[in-house]
């Protein structure tokens, strides 16, 4: 499985945010790392790795603390695929349970994540505003907002820092939202479903994220010419398809 939580290595860095434990693996260096490995120097480099560090912790974060508003604890893992924010099972007279979340909580959960980094993208433009920075509006595939931003100080450094983190935090933020599971967006498109078709609306929902994930392998191969986002969404797009061949989600 693509998206379980990797067991603990002694090389895990571990630290928490406002009460909530946070467990690096150390293949999500390795795989910032070959993300940034497309700029020619060691500086450049390592502006990628703080850039998708920083966003994808504030990802994750913008779902612990949705969930900790429903009272749900949790604690956060970043692995080589990305984040995971894991609830927290809650003790329960002896027995374990997870808090009872409803499926527009859910939904706010979901979306909570994307939405901080869409906010923190916005206050990145905000301080690039305040030092005098030129913000030109700029959209990727016609509908993805991505401001094209130059920096009068701070050199080639902060420039690309302030590229990359609006590059993860918007860019990334709207393809988690593609209805393709599990990504945030199929968790969307899976409890918007359920509440109109409980009988059949996981099973639609699947197909959704089948479908939706073969198209944004193909553009991410055509247009990004991204490999990797190639494998990761033709992944996701079988192993939906696995899911429904399974009878998986009939008649939940
Ligand atoms: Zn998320």
Known sequence: MLFQVPPPTRFDLNFSVAGIPVRVHPLFWLIAILFGSASNSIIGVL????????????????????????????????????????????????GYANVGISANQQIFISLAGPFSGFLFAAFVLAVSAGLGGTIVPNFVFGFIPFPLVSLPIGGDVLNSFVISLLWVNIFWGFINLMPVHPLDGGNVSRYVLIQYDPWNG???????????????????????????????????????????????????
Do not use: C, D, K, N
């Open 47 to 94: 502006t990628w790795v703080i850039a998708i560090f920083v966003s994808i912790l504030i990802h994750e974060l913008g779902h612990a603390f949705a969930m900790r508003r429903f009272g749900q604890g949790s604690y956060i893992v970043l692995h080589f695929a990305g984040g995971l924010t894991v609830p927290e099972s809650v003790s329960w007279g002896g």
């Open 202 to 252: 996981v099973r639609t929902s699947l197909w959704i994220s089948v479908i939706t994930g073969g198209l944004v392998a193909l553009a991410g191969l055509i247009f990004l010419r991204s490999m990797y986002m190639a494998i990761l969404f033709g992944l996701l797009a079988f192993q939906s398809f696995q899911a429904l061949q399974g009878g998986v989600g009939r008649g939940y």
